[in-house]
């Protein structure tokens, strides 16, 4: 435990989700941008610092209507006064963004990683337009994601870049995840079909071949209905018209095309001296930081929030993010455990036989909310023997020793007596 408390903080993860509420009498509940995807309902944020191991370090509970590039000065002064970090890398994501907020970094004298937006920005727009050649991209790993490091002299000298996106050590590195482009072509098909079956209903209503309940749909109607259905950016993807009697419309192939070409696509910002592929590892794992939040959001029951009183509501996520911070925990030691084990296998002299223990210590990795669900299977029944109160425990299994012997915990006695 100790060891837990004695923290090294030489990069910091940063990241914020929603969760909205049952009810509307508490002040904190507010409307927002909704990432549980409930704008209907009022909601808080919550912010999370996370180490490079995955530890919840600390977090703060915002009203709902709060915009996240309004809570990075509160996380950058928290590191600063609670933890007295005089130099570390923040890595957040693109939503805290700001020129405000860059120089806020700065005078804190933090280094950072920051995702970009890849749309409807000038650099995104530039780079990813520039470098679509994939074959010119490093591969990272074995997970199939590619990399590439802007080169310093586009930064500094090509007039298209902005002015206000270049400054003292600071680089840009694409990167390409396969898996990703495979989702993002998936979910842009599914809405364009989604977005084509809606527009022939509307087709097939003002041509009378469906019949249609209510007065005649006006020019102007119709119009809005079409933008209804094209929402979230679809309309650029579609060629729409209406002459006031038949509805025609076709996908815009150019678009579409020129679209598939951000599939899997991300930028990373930074003004770090790390080496590009450590640079990408680290932004990669805010992903990490991105699972605590379902994590404490879901398995951890962080909702339903019934709560009104604002103190009572931050206690409520108090007592969440604890419990997720000795979840976490769990899983530090096993993998620590896990990287021992794989170091003393990587010694074994014959090459098979260093394979199979190599892949044997891996595939011994737990994570913290196994690690619960495994331990959750020792019980306590209380009994009364002898007119006397006793509690009798389960007997632990190989499963429930081996997370104990990782956690460094004596098994319990098989008999509690109680006063």
């Not at 090294?8 to 995807?37: I, K, N, W």
């Not at 590039?69 to 970090?85: H, Y």
């Not at 650099?123 to 010119?136: A, F, M, N, P, Q």
């Amino acid at each position: 435990m100790s060891d837990l408390l004695s923290l090294q903080l030489s990069m910091v993860f940063y990241d914020l989700t929603s969760s909205y509420f049952e009810g509307g009498a508490c002040p904190l509940a507010r409307y927002g941008y909704s990432r549980d995807r409930r704008p209907d309902r009022k909601q808080i944020l919550l912010g999370l610092l996370v180490t490079e191991e995955g530890l919840p370090i600390a977090h703060e509970v915002y009203d709902g209507s709060t915009t996240d590039r309004e809570t990075l000065p509160d996380a950058i002064a928290r590191l600063k006064q609670r933890f007295q970090v005089k130099e570390c890398i923040f890595v957040g994501d693109r939503g805290v963004i700001t020129r405000d907020n860059l120089e806020v970094l700065r005078e804190a004298g933090f280094r950072y990683i920051l995702g970009y937006h890849k749309r409807n920005r000038v650099v995104s727009d530039l780079l990813l337009e520039r470098y679509r050649d994939l074959g010119s991209y490093r591969e990272l790993g074995k997970g199939g994601l590619r990399y590439l490091e802007v080169p310093a002299d586009v930064v500094e000298e090509d007039p298209e870049f902005p002015e206000e996106e270049k400054g003292p050590g600071v680089r840009y590195i694409l990167c390409y995840n396969p898996e990703r482009a495979e989702e993002d072509a998936s979910s842009r098909e599914k809405a364009l079909a989604e977005a084509e079956r809606e527009l022939a209903l509307l087709r097939d209503d003002l041509s009378g071949e469906r019949k249609r309940r209510g007065r005649k749909l006006t020019q102007k109607g119709v119009m809005l209905k079409v933008a209804k259905i094209l929402h979230h950016g679809l309309a650029k993807f579609f060629e729409v018209s209406y002459d006031g009697k038949q509805l025609a419309f076709s996908r815009k192939e150019d678009a579409i095309a020129r679209e598939a070409l951000r599939d899997g696509m991300f930028l990373i910002k930074t003004d770090c001296s790390l080496p590009a592929d450590q640079v990408v590892t680290a932004y990669k794992n805010l992903f990490g930081v991105e699972r605590a939040m379902r994590e404490i959001k879901d398995f951890l029951k962080l909702r339903p929030i019934y709560h009104y009183n604002a103190d009572r509501v931050r206690a409520h996520v108090l007592i969440c993010v604890l419990a997720y911070l000795f979840e976490q925990w769990f899983e530090v030691l096993s993998r620590r455990k896990v990287a021992a084990e794989v170091a003393q296998a990587e010694a074994i002299p014959d090459p098979e036989e260093r394979k199979r223990a190599v892949e044997r210590a891996k595939g011994s990795l737990l994570t913290g909310r196994r690690m619960v669900e495994i331990l959750e299977r020792i019980k306590a029944v209380e009994q009364v023997f002898a007119g006397k109160r006793v509690v009798s425990v389960t007997r632990p299994g190989p499963e429930q020793r081996e997370v104990l012997s990782i956690l460094g915990v004596t098994p319990p006695p098989a008999l509690l007596l109680r006063d």
